[in-house]
């Protein structure tokens, strides 16, 4: 499975970006796609967690710092995740990548790892100016 990110850019602090994650490869399945995750890794720093969703059920989590700012979806007929970042902070700066793992019975609180992910896409830079 290859995963392709895009939608980075930069903006100001409280404008939106919306980021998408495209799979592509053999015949894709819930089960293939299991969970898909948005990490991001801002200079100097590891990389962390913002995001993820359940392919198959569709359950969310994401981390404190982006709840009700951050949303996660996906589109099952295009294969493709997408994370709507509205509000953004200076904080958010970073590369943002999107991974996929696990199975279609992952609970995705389990997935906050990024060892727990399978496959990454290349990452897309988001830069937010104060």
């Known amino acids: 499975v290859q995963l392709q990110a895009s939608g980075g850019g930069l903006v100001q602090a409280g404008d939106s970006l919306r980021l998408s994650c495209a799979a592509s490869g053999r015949t894709l399945s819930n089960y293939d796609m299991g969970v898909m995750g948005w990490f991001r890794q801002a200079p100097g720093k590891e990389r962390e967690f913002v995001a993820n969703i359940n392919w198959s059920g569709g359950s969310t989590s994401y981390r404190d710092s982006v709840k009700g700012r951050f949303t996660i979806s996906r589109d099952r007929t295009k294969n493709t995740v997408y994370l709507q970042m509205n509000s953004l902070k200076p904080e958010d700066t970073a590369v943002y990548y999107c991974?996929?793992?696990?199975?279609?019975?992952?609970?995705?609180?389990?997935?906050?790892?990024?060892?727990?992910?399978?496959?990454w896409g290349q990452g897309t830079l988001v830069t937010v100016s104060s």
């Open positions: 991974a996929g793992g696990g199975t279609p019975f992952t609970v995705v609180a389990t997935m906050i790892r990024p060892q727990r992910y399978d496959y």
